[in-house]
């Protein structure tokens, strides 16, 4: 498996929203190598966190200096998800949804952002397929 490299840049995402810049322009600031490929990738300016995963595996990396907060496969953090099929980041809560599908047995574990901690999960909600339809009151 390959490992990807992470990189850093001076730019915000408000910036990328105003002008386009060359990405030869851009000031690399960090870069690391994670152990695992990203398909999935999110960013929080306001909680200068930079996150990336792919369905094994959750790392939590500081978008200040590039240095990886937490990194589990998700079997770590709950033993009853294997794979996950739906992420979504609350960072206002300062939580993670992970959901494993399982055809009518979906699990959903919720993370705690800055550890990697598993605040609770449950059975109980089926059929989740978009972030809308979520609601976390912290």
């Not at 992470?6 to 386009?20: E, Q, V």
């Not at 000031?27 to 996150?51: A, D, N, Q, Y």
């Not at 705690?112 to 999960?121: A, F, H, I, R, Y």
Request: charged share 30%; aromatic share 10%.
């Amino acid at each position: 498996m390959k490992n990807l490299i992470l990189t850093g840049l001076t730019i915000g995402l408000t910036c990328m929203m105003s002008y386009a810049q060359k990405y030869d322009e851009m000031k690399t600031t960090w870069e690391i190598e994670t152990t695992h490929p990203f398909t999935e990738t999110g960013l929080s300016e306001k909680k200068e966190i930079v996150h990336g995963s792919n369905e094994k595996k959750y790392t939590m990396v500081s978008a200040v200096d590039g240095k990886v907060k937490w990194s589990k496969k998700f079997k770590e953090i709950d033993e009853q998800i294997g794979k996950v099929d739906l992420q979504i980041p609350m960072y206002e809560s300062n939580a993670v949804f992970l959901f494993d599908k399982k055809a009518g047995k979906d699990q959903m574990v919720v993370v705690d952002m800055e550890t990697g901690t598993k605040l609770w999960s449950t059975n109980k909600y089926q059929g989740i397929d978009d972030p809308d339809e979520v609601i976390y009151i912290a």
